[in-house]
């Protein structure tokens, strides 16, 4: 069976550090990965997609960015957080199989708070 | 991307049927409609998908119109489990859309006791 691992849970960093969030896929291969993020009250924004190895497109502007450098990992990075950069960041996976709208598996996310 | 409107908030009665509309005016031919849930601290679950008429699973059922225009989800007899948030969402994998999905703010349903 297919899992998603994401870490760490939770988060608290100050204004201007960096960010390392990592997201793993396992029981899958070639899965397509997504990254969103929840501000408090809000819907999920997607931020970066990615159908394959070294392939992201981005779906916002911002100070954020991903990565995958293996098959079923995906990273997202800041170079400086800011504090409009809380929020719960939720990683998801998805079969890359045309068709129908295909069924995205979620994370358990991660909690980040900006100081 | 097709646009969803759909209530910000719903409340129930638990053992009621509760039934949460969503209206996509602007659905393409090859646009499938996929209800998800949301509970406090996690991740969206897949709930329904369906692309026209009726379908029904353990959980719910989706009715969709003939024109397509709007699709409803129904949830029977609910119970304060069933208390989280519900996104509609319109789209289709193929194409440009390379399985994006669009989440509002969906619909906060509470189940009271």
């Known amino acids: 069976s297919q899992t998603i691992h994401q870490w760490p849970a939770t988060l608290v960093q100050p204004v201007g550090s960096p960010l390392s969030l990592e997201c793993t896929v396992e029981g899958t291969s070639n899965p397509n990965l997504y990254w969103y993020r929840q501000a408090a009250g809000r819907g999920l924004q997607l931020l970066f997609y990615?159908?394959?190895?070294?392939?992201i497109s981005s779906e916002v502007p911002q100070n954020l960015s991903a990565s995958r450098p293996q098959d079923r990992q995906f990273i997202l990075s800041s170079k400086k957080l800011l504090l409009s950069d809380s929020g719960f960041y939720l990683c998801?996976?998805?079969?890359?199989?045309?068709?129908?709208?295909?069924?995205?598996?979620f994370g358990p996310g991660t909690r980040l708070t900006v100081l | 991307l097709a646009k969803t409107t759909q209530p910000i908030s719903m409340d129930s009665y638990e053992g009621q049927e509760v039934n949460i509309t969503c209206s996509h005016n602007?659905?393409?031919?090859?646009?499938?409609i996929t209800w998800y849930q949301q509970f406090p601290s996690q991740g969206p679950r897949f709930i329904i998908q369906?692309?026209?008429t009726k379908v029904t699973n353990e959980v719910a059922s989706l009715f969709i119109p003939a024109d397509r225009k709007s699709s409803t989800l129904s949830l029977p007899r609910v119970s304060l489990s069933d208390t989280a948030v519900y996104y509609c969402?319109?789209?289709?994998?193929?194409?440009?859309?390379?399985?994006?999905?669009?989440f509002g703010r969906g619909t906060q349903l509470t189940v009271w006791p």
């Open positions: 990615s159908v394959g190895i070294g392939q």
């Open positions: 998801a996976w998805s079969r890359t199989i045309s068709g129908s709208m295909n069924e995205q598996f």
């Open positions: 602007n659905i393409a031919t090859n646009d499938y």
């Open positions: 369906g692309y026209k």
């Open positions: 969402l319109v789209g289709d994998t193929r194409g440009s859309t390379l399985g994006r999905l669009y």
